[in-house]
């Protein structure tokens, strides 16, 4: 297949992307996740039946590098509300803290199987560990949305669900900087891991502000998709090209635009919509990234991972039944359900992978896959016992129409 | 932008521009110097995105002192390119050539889209005329002054007469090219209307199609002149031929499943478009169709044949007003200064030569087809804006004759900035003195994006 054939292939994948967020009628088909096209990606790659070959896979990277940016910057701008609803401060605090719990568990896990069991070195160890942890730290939200709008769920949980799952975001987006700044390459080397850091992050803050200002007071739809998109491959270019992270520095510019811009509102409303189109190509290319033929140290440490991010999940949802009055009763299903992971772990990964293409991407992009199916399988039946348990679905009956009671996101 | 020929831009709104230019530049300048050697297709995505912004913002703060907007675009390439501060590297501009394809397939289907049959059929004599008369004069007289400056040419040098004269007859053609979105972008602004106005947008969208067949038609005649192998028969024009009805018919085929698409489904025009450039100019070029003569078919067919040449148009100027601002940057940034530096005489000379015939010819043309009064001392003025197509016809000659065709273009992009700084001005000009415009009503966004750029 040429370049033209996949180029083709992409857009239509995100055509058919538009019509699933487009459509009223069909929205609650397919998996929550996208993991269907991650296996389609995987299935014609290199891997199996070779119609899109490895060489052609990576001509596409600067598609896969500005498709991960772009839904950092669909996070960022989307980050703070759900619907019109803000998510409010302490369940950002309560989802950051839960990544951030996950995220040690399976961190822990990786660094001290990978440092018996494999032959990496140890500066690879480390890297690997960390960002496995932020891999697994996410809960994607399209998964609580799914899940809602398919069976008109409604009431503390369902909203508690959505608000973490948003919130998710902020923890393993941010700790990406920490971990692209530390690995060997970072630029400019002069300065501490630090000072990167937060060239990283200021460098997405400048020009979110930068954009709000431009934005101006009027809001012209169709003129403000030159601003961001100018700015945002600006930054995604620039973050790369100093081998830092770029989904990093379009999260944090989104996140600044949700924050300063007046048209906070139109912005999200303009490339919410953006965010399946971009997504589905995305994964297909994530897919026919992944290399399954690792050696089986690799695999078991993968395995072994997600064991570690199943029961942090679940010891983080038994928590919230001892302190979270929606989660009382249902704590296990509710820690099940925060298994569901997508666009933002698949993202990470393939933004390592770029960085740093070698063994630990492809044990990273094997986790990340994984996780995606695992997630699919696990997740919505969980949050779907979860919320028949907390009365606020009626069991097994979905429902066609539920647009009008949404506690996730428009 | 908070507006492309929008509400009035305050002192504010454009001391935020010029500081967000600044901005943009700065992170570039900031990250090219802390990574200098990257030649990579990361370094590709910064480069869109940073002749995105400055482009957009230099077009906007030019607009202040009367210049138009593809003048903005042009200078942030140059700006920002390899031969000044080098933050878009050959690289990268290499790299960016397949928004070349897109931006020309969009030009075209947008050029097609505006060409209405009703206007054509209004004015069919003087039309005949002035495309005759017009094109012909223009062809032949500014290959003559090619032809007796090209000592001072560097890219000529070595060539003997008759390579030369191919070289010349090239760009002569380019010389017919005129800018349809520059006339679109004038008209719309000013809701002129009147014989120059309505003239203007007729003769100029049907040179667009006289013009690709004259490229077309140039080039086979020239290839044997500047290779020096085999000569010109009957058989090429019979290839010509059939190229010519197969680009078109591939274009009303094009045209009608666009228009059935757009009745039918109407939803996700920046995929389809994005497929459509990216796609069918590869495809069209695989089984040997000229793709801006069949996507000039395409958009004429739905503009005539269906009632969805409105939502085309504005689909195109939705995906246009960003691909545009990049291939315009990008040409600018192409652009080889040193050369330039050598060149501008040159430039200066052939654009004024050009403007010179183009002038006599409307004259001469207007008199055999007994134009009014009005068309008669203004109707030239249209004529000398040249942008989007004119580049792109370039583009065209550089892929068929790289030996020399890198310095055509330069030379092309120098002469083209020249004729796109001072044509919409003098357009404007002219609608003003033949009392066509409608100066008190309130400014409108122009059919096509940026204002007075492209094509």
Not at chain 1, 23 to 37: C, D, M, N, V
Not at chain 1, 135 to 159: F, M, N, Q
Not at chain 2, 163 to 190: D, E, F
Not at chain 2, 223 to 241: C, H, K, N, Y
Request: hydrophobic fraction near 50%; glycine fraction near 10%; include cysteine.
């Amino acid at each position: 297949m040429n370049a033209i054939a996949f180029l083709l292939g992409l857009l239509v994948l995100s055509y058919l992307g538009s019509i699933l967020v487009g459509g009223r009628t069909i929205r609650g088909f397919g998996l929550a996740s996208g993991a269907e096209y991650l296996v389609l990606g995987f299935v014609l790659g290199p891997q199996v039946l070779s119609v899109v070959n490895r060489s052609l896979v990576e001509s596409f990277q600067p598609v896969v590098l500005v498709g991960v940016s772009w839904l950092g910057l669909v996070l960022g701008v989307s980050y703070l509300r759900v619907g019109q609803r803000p998510v409010p401060a302490p369940r950002v605090a309560l989802s950051v803290a839960l990544s951030a719990l996950v995220s040690a568990c399976v961190s822990a896990t990786v660094f001290f199987g990978a440092s018996y069991f494999s032959p990496l070195p140890r500066s690879q160890v480390i890297a690997l560990a960390a960002t496995a942890g932020l891999i697994c730290s996410e809960t994607t939200r399209h998964s609580v949305r799914w899940v809602v709008e398919r069976y008109g769920a409604k009431g503390p949980l369902a909203d508690l669900a959505a608000d973490t799952a948003r919130a998710s975001a902020l923890f393993p987006a941010f700790s990406l900087a920490i971990v692209c700044a530390w690995l060997p390459g970072a630029a400019p080397p002069a300065f501490s891991v630090v000072g990167r850091v937060l060239i990283t992050l200021g460098l997405g803050m400048v020009l979110g502000f930068t954009a709000a200002l431009l934005l101006g007071r009027e809001f012209r739809r169709d003129e403000s998709w030159g601003i961001l998109l100018g700015t945002s491959l600006l930054g995604t270019g620039a973050a790369a090209r100093l081998n830092l992270s770029p989904l990093s520095t379009t999260f944090a510019m989104g996140l600044t635009l949700a924050l300063v811009s007046r048209h906070r509102d139109d912005i999200k409303a303009m490339i919410t919509p953006t965010e399946k189109p971009v997504l589905l190509p995305v994964l297909l290319l994530a897919g026919a990234y992944v290399n399954a033929k690792l050696p089986l140290p690799l695999l078991v440490l993968v395995a072994t991972a997600m064991a570690a991010k199943i029961l942090g999940r679940v010891f983080c949802g038994a928590l919230l039944s001892l302190t979270a009055k929606p989660v009382k009763g249902v704590g296990l299903e509710f820690g099940g359900s925060m298994l569901s992971c997508g666009a933002l772990g698949v993202a990470v990964a393939l933004a390592f992978s770029i960085r740093h293409p070698g063994v630990v991407a492809d044990t990273l992009l094997l986790l990340a896959s994984v996780g995606v199916l695992l997630g699919e399988w696990l997740g919505p039946g969980s949050l779907r016992r979860a919320l028949a348990r907390a009365g606020e679905i009626k069991p097994e009956t979905p429902t066609e129409d539920s647009q009008s009671n949404l506690p996730s996101e428009a | 932008m908070s507006g492309h020929g929008g509400s009035k831009k305050t002192a504010s709104t454009r001391a935020i521009q010029a500081a967000s230019l600044l901005v943009t530049f700065g992170v570039l300048y900031g990250v090219t110097r802390l990574t200098p050697e990257l030649e990579t297709h990361l370094g590709t995505v910064a480069a869109v995105g940073f002749l995105l912004l400055a482009g957009t913002l230099m077009s906007e703060l030019l607009e202040t002192i009367g210049l138009p907007h593809l003048s903005g675009y042009l200078l942030a390439g140059i700006i920002g390119g390899p031969h000044i501060l080098h933050l878009v590297d050959h690289h990268t501009v290499t790299e960016l050539s397949p928004v070349n394809t897109l931006a020309l397939s969009l030009i075209a289907l947008a050029g097609g889209a505006a060409l209405r049959v009703g206007t054509l059929r209004s004015v069919p004599r003087r039309l005949a005329w002035a495309t005759l008369i017009r094109s012909t004069c223009v062809l032949v007289c500014v290959a003559g002054v090619f032809l007796a400056i090209s000592s001072f040419i560097p890219f000529t040098h070595g060539l003997d007469t008759k390579p030369l004269i191919g070289v010349a007859l090239l760009w002569g053609v380019l010389a017919v090219a005129r800018s349809p979105s520059a006339c679109m972008g004038i008209l719309a602004q000013t809701r002129a209307k009147g014989p120059v106005a309505t003239f203007a947008l007729a003769f100029i969208m049907l040179s667009d199609v006289v013009v690709v067949i004259l490229l077309a038609s140039m080039l086979m005649l020239a290839r044997p002149l500047i290779s020096g192998s085999g000569g010109i028969s009957l058989e090429d024009f019979s290839v010509l031929g059939h190229e010519l009805l197969a680009s078109i018919a591939v274009g009303v085929t094009l045209g009608l499943g666009l228009a059935i698409y757009l009745r039918l489904v109407g939803r996700q025009l920046l995929l389809v478009l994005l497929a459509i450039g990216f796609g069918l100019s590869d495809t069209f070029a695989y089984i040997h169709v000229d793709s801006l003569l069949a996507f000039l078919a395409a958009g004429f067919v739905v503009t005539n044949l269906s009632d969805q040449g409105p939502k085309l148009l504005h689909s195109i100027e939705q995906t246009g007003s960003v691909v545009f601002v990049v291939f315009f940057a990008t040409a600018g940034a192409h652009l080889d200064i040193p050369l330039l530096r050598r060149l501008w005489p040159v430039a200066v000379t052939l654009c004024a030569s050009r403007a010179l015939i183009t002038v006599v010819a409307s004259r001469i043309s207007s008199r055999l087809a007994d134009d009014p009064p009005m068309l008669k001392r203004w109707g030239w003025s249209s004529l000398v804006s040249q942008a989007g197509l004119a580049l792109g016809l370039s583009v065209v000659i550089v892929k068929a004759f790289p030996s020399f065709g890198e310095g055509f273009r330069s030379l092309a992009i120098a002469a083209v900035a020249l004729n796109e700084m001072f044509g919409p001005i003098l357009f404007k000009f002219a609608l003003d003195r033949s009392g066509e415009t409608d100066s008190g009503a309130p400014e409108v966004r122009p059919s096509l994006p940026p204002a007075p750029a492209t094509k």
